[in-house]
T-cell receptor, first 111, second 116 residues
Framework: AQSVTQLGSHVSVSEGALVLLRCNYSSSVPPYLFWYVQYPNQGLQLLLKYTSAATLVKGINGFEAEFKKSETSFHLTKPSAHMSDAAEYFCAVNSWGKLQFGAGTQVVVTP | GAVVSQHPSWVICKSGTSVKIECRSLDFQATTMFWYRQFPKQSLMLMATSNEGSKATYEQGVEKDKFLINHASLTLSTLTVTSAHPEDSSFYIC????????????FGPGTRLTVL
């Protein structure tokens, strides 16, 4: 079965600093991987997805993620954090048509 | 594109009553819809998968007689929480996708249910 693990339940970053959210996957088949963002009391918004094309995936709001098979990782980055990036971020893997979510990482952006 | 709506966005009901939540795909046909439950500061827990015109498939531990799911059309799925109790209070989120099993799921804005 496919699964993902997000390292770090909370990340605090200064405005303008690099945002790095870690996600490692476990999959017996080539995975389809996703990053979603959730703002308080809202649903999930797709940031980006990896579907076995380019290993560096660019998403919305300046986010990107790199698929590294050798490290079984799909970390999410943004070069310069903005106050509006404060939210919960979920990594997910497609598993037989369903999404398996990580536990989530809460991002706090400080001025 | 790929917009999913939910109605209502929040609902408060008395214990023992039933509550219906609607999930609609506004600009695409959703062959599959999913219902999730999310507790505060936790990840999403998949409750069930519904395919248009078929019975929903429930995840282990989810009571199908309590959480009734109907997916009568390619743009609408409903979740009815029957005989609601305070422990059913939660944030319910639906998602929808079209086509292949690997297609992206698009999520609704969620429904906050509070049972008094």
């Amino acid at each position: 079965a496919q699964s993902v693990t997000q390292l770090g339940s909370h990340v605090s970053v200064s405005e303008g600093a690099l945002v790095l959210l870690r996600c490692n996957y476990s999959s017996s088949v080539p995975p389809y991987l996703f990053w979603y963002v959730q703002y308080p009391n809202q649903g999930l918004q797709l940031l980006l997805k990896y579907t076995s094309a380019a290993t560096l995936v660019k998403g919305i709001n300046g986010f990107e993620a790199e698929f590294k098979k050798s490290e079984t990782s799909f970390h999410l980055t943004k070069p310069s954090a903005h106050m509006s990036d404060a939210a919960e971020y979920f990594c997910a893997v497609n598993s037989w048509g369903k999404l398996q979510f990580g536990a989530g990482t809460q991002v706090v952006v400080t001025p | 594109g790929a917009v999913v709506s939910q109605h209502p966005s929040w609902v408060i009901c008395k214990s023992g009553t039933s509550v219906k939540i609607e999930c609609r795909s506004l600009d695409f046909q959703a062959t599959t819809m999913f219902w999730y439950r999310q507790f505060p500061k936790q990840s999403l827990m998949l409750m069930a998968t519904s395919n248009e015109g078929s019975k929903a498939t429930y995840e282990q531990g989810v009571e199908k007689d309590k959480f009734l799911i109907n997916h009568a059309s390619l743009t609408l799925s409903t979740l009815t929480v029957t005989s609601a109790h305070p422990e059913d209070s939660s944030f319910y989120i639906c998602s929808a996708k079209s086509g292949a099993s690997t297609d992206t799921q698009y999520f609704g804005p969620g429904t906050r249910l509070t049972v008094l």
